[in-house]
């Protein structure tokens, strides 16, 4: 799968949008870009995913870059249970590899 | 809404000794998954599992690892001869169909203390 970078650590005060951002600058016409979290002491989460289109789910919204070498992560309204480590995943299509690979991912705070 | 559960959430056991870590996945899934952390790492995958064969595994899973769904509901990691090493935080998922487009959904952990 191709690399995914993302800036270890953001904060974000309650009940303002957070923006976290992904650079995956090698990204494939094939990969999916896919946003997971992990609530402390708890397993991942799904968030959302998409391949070339914005997408908006109840929990987020993703959006992506022209060039696909980017996207963002959208909470539209932070609050506290939102504090989590958010993963951005891609995932080719065409590789036929079932796994998800986690990097570090970005630490999200929410101050209230 | 349905939900991956795993049990025991915590296990203990001395070095040398065999476990198995317990799943039961969201019943209309057909593909499942172990993963690993250890503490303060990165969720690491292990192996998937359909059809009742393993589909894919990583380096980690070496002989000392065996996956096994005994019965319609439940799916099991066998660890043989645990080491230290082995401490961590075991996650299991599974997903209803195609995996790469589809959401894997994650159990709440086995915390496993090798000692």
């Known amino acids: 799968d191709a690399k995914t970078t993302q800036p270890n650590s953001m904060e974000s005060n309650e009940e303002e949008p957070v923006h976290l951002p992904c650079n995956h600058s090698t990204i494939s016409g094939t990969d999916y870009i896919h946003w997971y979290r992990q609530l402390p002491s708890q397993g991942p989460e799904y968030v959302i995913h998409?391949?070339?289109s914005n997408v908006n789910n109840r929990m987020a919204s993703l959006a992506i870059a022209e060039d696909r070498k980017s996207s963002t992560l959208i909470l539209h309204r932070a609050t506290l249970r939102d504090a989590a480590v958010y993963y951005c995943i891609l995932r080719d299509s065409g590789a036929g590899s079932y796994q998800l690979t986690f990097g570090k991912g970005t630490k999200l705070s929410v101050i209230p | 809404e349905p939900e991956v559960t795993q049990t025991p959430s915590h296990q203990v056991t001395q070095m040398g000794q065999e476990v198995i870590l317990r799943c039961v996945p969201i019943?209309?899934?057909?593909?499942f998954y172990w993963y690993r952390q250890i503490l303060g790492q990165k969720v690491e995958f292990l192996v998937s599992f359909y059809n009742n064969e393993i589909s894919e595994k990583s380096e980690i899973f070496d002989d000392q690892f065996s996956v096994e769904r005994p019965d319609g509901s439940n799916f099991t990691l066998k660890i043989r001869s645990t080491k230290l090493e082995d401490s961590a935080m075991y996650f299991c998922?599974?997903?209803?169909?195609?995996?790469?487009?589809?959401?894997?959904?994650f159990g709440p952990g086995t915390r496993l203390l090798v000692l």
């Open positions: 019943s209309n899934h057909l593909y």
């Open positions: 998409g391949l070339t």
């Open positions: 998922a599974s997903s209803e169909l195609a995996p790469v487009k589809e959401t894997q959904y």
